[in-house]
T-cell receptor
Framework: ETGVTQSPTHLIKTRGQQVTLRCSSQ?????VSWYQQALGQGPQFIFQ???????GRGNFPPRFSGLQFPNYSSELNVNALELDDSALYLC?????????????FGEGSWLTVV | DQQVKQNSPSLSVQEGRISILNCDYT??????FLWYKKYPAEGPTFLIS?????DKNEDGRFTVFLNKSAKHLSLHIVPSQPGDSAVYFC????????????FGTGTRLKVLA
């Protein structure tokens, strides 16, 4: 158990809708990253937050946005959902300048877009 | 362009024998590597890491080897156990501290009892 918790665990949305996924980082971790894992693929980096600011972004459109709060928890928001957004969304937390560079994942949120 | 490749989608090994999972990368700037194990319906679980200043790291039954000249790393599991059956991902990071990892597509390991 990593201590990274995500909610909800499963959800179904309709194309065009918006979704918010939530993540609580492991105690003491100040950096949160979000990854998308499509079926049969490895996780793909969406973006990372450090001290409430976006600190790196992968190849995802602007309709993917996020927030980090003072307690280091985070949200991933996806607007105008498309069918291809159906995937497992993983949150990972880490401690900048410590613990090597290892990131620890939560259980993920399964999103199905119909 | 897939910068991290796991060319074997699946691997079957007898219980008690060695499992060797391979990973190749193309970006010579990668300097930190991680291995994860993933069971169905769960998030990836961290197994072991290695930085580019080392060529080997060991933790219990798990050993990771890094060959920088060949841009290749491998995970050895000895002895393999049925509970090791899962999908294994390698991941690489190009700059320490940014935690932007590039993942391979995974290798499904099946350990036969």
């Amino acid at each position: 158990e990593t201590g990274v918790t995500q909610s909800p665990t499963h959800l179904i949305k309709t194309r065009g809708q918006q979704v918010t996924l939530r993540c609580s980082s492991q105690s003491g971790h100040n950096t949160v990253s979000w990854y998308q894992q499509a079926l049969g693929q490895g996780p793909q980096f969406i973006f990372q937050y450090y001290r409430e600011e976006e600190n790196g972004r992968g190849n995802f459109p602007p309709r993917f946005s996020g927030l980090q709060f003072p307690n280091y928890s985070s949200e991933l928001n996806v607007n105008a959902l498309e069918l291809d957004d159906s995937a497992l969304y993983l949150c990972a937390s880490s401690l900048a300048r410590g613990d090597g560079n290892t990131i620890y994942f939560g259980e993920g949120s399964w999103l199905t877009v119909v | 362009d897939q910068q991290v490749k796991q060319n074997s989608p699946s691997l079957s090994v007898q219980e008690g024998r060695i499992s060797i999972l391979n990973c190749d990368y193309t970006n010579s700037m990668f300097d930190y590597f991680l291995w994860y194990k993933k069971y169905p319906a769960e998030g990836p679980t961290f197994l072991i890491s290695i930085s580019s200043i080392k060529d080997k790291n060991e933790d219990g039954r798990f050993t990771v080897f890094l060959n920088k000249s060949a841009k290749h790393l491998s995970l050895h599991i000895v002895p393999s156990q049925p509970g090791d059956s899962a999908v294994y991902f390698c991941a690489a990071s190009a700059k320490s501290g940014t935690y932007k990892y590039i993942f391979g597509t995974g290798t499904r390991l099946k350990v036969l009892a």
